[in-house]
């Protein structure tokens, strides 16, 4: 079954907001076995929304709309769906009284605009929002949610379930694994694992996240051993690329491989200024193993928080080797990383240029240094300084103690 996204939002197209919404939308489609043909973005018109639909009407068989259903005046999106199918505005009593009782708890005062919120066509079926105040909609094969990514995020997932079924569109569940790959090439992936792909209905994709590169396995639920059965020949492959499935993320693998291995954890950073802790922290459940963060962004931090040598910073610079290695010592838990480069968009030179960093990590009583010079801005910088630092840590935890 084919879906056209409309995205609706001046603002998605004036630079003053990121669509992160369709990547969403396109995730939560594979899993019910719907395939996104294209996406639209158009501006809060009338024409422009009307015309989308139109569009989408002669080449889709699900539309799905994120954006306008709020109590502005440039919030059309409902009005125009009620013109194009050719039915009234209306609202349901229960469906309104609901929405006051929200703002109720909420402590806001209710006004005349928002009952826009509860619009819909007459015959449209809706959704209720979980997380905010407008339902989604659905009639004639057209759905509108809130632009609001968490609201979006409540909604979608409840209305494809409903409607795969409602369509009797599965005779067979969709089975998806996705193994998580850090630290190797898009390209050398696909050479890595196309040859695996050889029978009908098992589909491969690459999704690049901040976080690492998914090979995303697709097929029927019938597929599920066949699909395990490649799985296994791509660790074979290249299993050390690996750090999890599904879910994991390199945070939470480091967090279940410490409990796991009874020790606890501190960091010591400069150049990610409190990133890597950060990310620890948001594991739940991370309060079992971690200790401290320290941001020794200063030299003199350094010196007077985890003892390094004012000598060293002097000889080698705050960027070296050396000085990773004195941070971690001055730690005093099981496992100590730290980290110190030179993210950028200035301090560079051409013995330490921009992206020049050194992760450290000890585990107990052995140390481990490493030196990378990431490309980017800074804000990526740092996030490569961290996913690296991570994910070294879980390759030495599974292969070294």
């Not at 569109?169 to 193994?179: C, M, R, S």
């Not at 000085?323 to 950028?344: C, F, N, P, R, Y």
Request: aromatic residues 8%.
């Amino acid at each position: 079954m084919k879906v056209g996204v409309i995205l609706v939002g001046t603002e998605l197209l004036n630079g003053g907001m990121l669509d992160t919404n369709s990547l969403y939308i396109a995730e939560e489609l594979n899993k019910h076995g719907l395939e996104m043909k294209f996406k639209i973005t158009v501006r809060d018109f009338r024409d422009e929304i009307y015309s989308a639909i139109d569009y989408c009407k002669k080449n889709v068989d699900l539309i799905i709309i994120s954006g306008g259903l709020g109590p502005t005046l440039d919030d059309i999106t409902k009005e125009v769906i009620a013109e194009y199918v050719k039915k009234p505005l209306i609202v349901d009593d229960d469906e309104l009284e609901e929405l006051k009782e929200k703002f109720e708890r909420a402590g806001l005062k209710f006004k005349t605009l928002n009952v826009k919120e509860v619009e819909k066509p007459k015959g449209a079926i809706t959704f209720k929002n979980d997380v905010g105040m407008a339902p989604a909609v659905y009639i004639d094969d057209i759905v509108a949610f809130p632009g609001v990514p968490k609201e979006l995020y409540n909604m979608l997932p409840k209305f494809l379930d409903w409607y795969v079924k409602e369509k009797k569109i599965l005779d067979d569940e969709i089975y998806i694994k996705d193994l998580i790959t850090y630290g190797i090439a898009e390209s050398l992936l696909d050479e890595a694992v196309r040859e695996f792909f050889t029978e009908d209905e098992i589909y491969y994709e690459f999704l690049v996240k901040d976080y690492g590169i998914l090979i995303r396995l697709q097929s029927k639920m019938s597929n599920k051993n066949k699909v395990e059965k490649i799985v296994k020949k791509i660790y074979n492959k290249i299993g050390k690329f690996i750090f999890g499935e599904d879910s994991d993320r390199l945070e939470k693998k480091v967090v279940e491989l410490l409990k796991k291995l009874n020790m606890n954890i501190s960091t010591a950073e400069s150049c990610t200024g409190g990133m890597l802790a950060s990310k620890l922290i948001d594991v739940p459940g991370v309060s079992d193993i971690f200790y401290e963060g320290v941001v020794s962004y200063s030299n003199e931090t350094k010196i007077n928080r985890l003892g390094v040598k004012k000598e060293t910073l002097d000889k080698y610079g705050a960027v070296s080797e050396e000085v990773a290695k004195e941070m971690i010592m001055g730690l005093t838990t099981d496992v100590a990383l730290s980290t110190t480069g030179i993210a950028g968009p200035d301090g560079g030179s051409l013995e330490k240029p921009v992206g020049l960093v050194y992760m450290g990590i000890r585990i107990r009583d052995k140390v481990y240094i490493e030196k990378r010079v990431f490309k980017g801005d800074r804000s990526k910088i740092r996030e490569k300084t961290v996913s690296h630092t991570l994910f070294t840590l879980i390759k030495i935890l599974n292969e070294d103690v």
